[in-house]
Antibody
Framework: QVQLVQSGAEVKKPGASVKVSCKAS????????ISWVRQAPGQGLEWMGW????????NYAQKLQGRVTMTTDTSTSTAYMELRSLRSDDTAVYYC????????????WGQGTLVTVSS | EIVLTQSPGTLSLSPGERATLSCRAS???????LAWYQQKPGQAPRLLIY???SRATGIPDRFSGSGSGTDFTLTISRLEPEDFAVYYC?????FGQGTKLEIK
C-alpha cells in the first residue's frame, strides 16, 4: 500500500533552517510528483510547492521563493523540503503529499511534521 | 491567481441530514482540476473527490461532487457521525479556506 512517512517534529530558532523528509513506499517513486502543504495552528491548508520525482523539476509558491528548496533522492524514494530564514509565522504542520499524474490533486499524504519556530 | 471561496464557514447539521458545501472560484477553472478533501483534528487531509465529481478510492457513495466553471458543490447525502470534520476544496496550488461541518 502507498505510504508516505515523514521525519519527526522540530524546534528551531528564528533565522535557522529546517529540512523535513518524506519517505515513500508502495509505488514507483519516479512516476509521481510530491507536493508540500503546510498548516499553521488553527488555520487552513497552504500549498508550498511541487517537485517531480522523475526529473527534479520544481514549482514553488511565490511567497516562499528564495527560502524553500525541494529535492528528491530516487535511490531511497525520499523527498525533502528545506525552509530557510525561519520566522515565527513558519510554525506549522508540514505535509508531503503524492501528486496525481497531472499534479492537480493529492491522493496520499504523510502524517505531518510539526515545525515550531521560537526563540 | 485563482482564489477559492468556500461557504458556509460553519455548517451545523444532525446525523442523517444532507450536507451541501459550496466552493466558488474567482475565475473559471477546468472541472477536471477541482478536488475536495476531508480533515479531522490531528489528522492529515484525505482526498474525497477529484476531477470535480470522481470519488477517490474507498470513499463511500454518500459523498458526491458536482459543478463547473466557477461554482462547485460537495454533497453528503446522509451524514454519518464520522463525517463531521473540516472540508477543503482545491485547484492546483489554491485551497479554499475550509468549511467546518459540526454536529447540531
Amino acid at each position: 500500500q502507498v505510504q508516505l512517512v515523514q521525519s519527526g517534529a522540530e524546534v528551531k530558532k528564528p533565522g535557522a533552517s529546517v529540512k523535513v523528509s518524506c519517505k515513500a513506499s508502495g509505488y514507483t517513486f519516479t512516476s509521481y510528483g510530491i507536493s508540500w502543504v503546510r498548516q499553521a495552528p488553527g488555520q487552513g491548508l497552504e500549498w508550498m510547492g511541487w517537485i517531480s520525482a522523475y526529473n527534479g523539476n520544481t514549482n514553488y509558491a511565490q511567497k516562499l521563493q528564495g527560502r524553500v528548496t525541494m529535492t528528491t533522492d530516487t535511490s531511497t524514494s525520499t523527498a525533502y523540503m528545506e525552509l530557510r530564514s525561519l520566522r515565527s509565522d513558519d510554525t506549522a504542520v508540514y505535509y508531503c503529499a503524492r501528486a496525481s499524474g497531472s499534479g492537480d490533486y493529492f491522493d496520499y499524504w504523510g502524517q505531518g511534521t510539526l515545525v515550531t519556530v521560537s526563540s | 491567481e485563482i482564489v477559492l471561496t468556500q461557504s458556509p464557514g460553519t455548517l451545523s447539521l444532525s446525523p442523517g441530514e444532507r450536507a451541501t458545501l459550496s466552493c466558488r472560484a474567482s475565475q473559471s477553472v477546468s472541472s477536471s482540476y477541482l478536488a475536495w478533501y476531508q480533515q479531522k483534528p490531528g489528522q492529515a487531509p484525505r482526498l474525497l473527490i477529484y476531477g470535480a465529481s470522481s470519488r477517490a478510492t474507498g470513499i463511500p457513495d454518500r459523498f458526491s461532487g458536482s459543478g463547473s466553471g466557477t461554482d462547485f458543490t460537495l454533497t453528503i447525502s446522509r451524514l454519518e457521525p464520522e463525517d463531521f470534520a473540516v472540508y477543503y476544496c482545491q485547484q492546483f496550488w489554491a485551497f479554499g479556506q475550509g468549511t467546518k461541518l459540526e454536529i447540531k
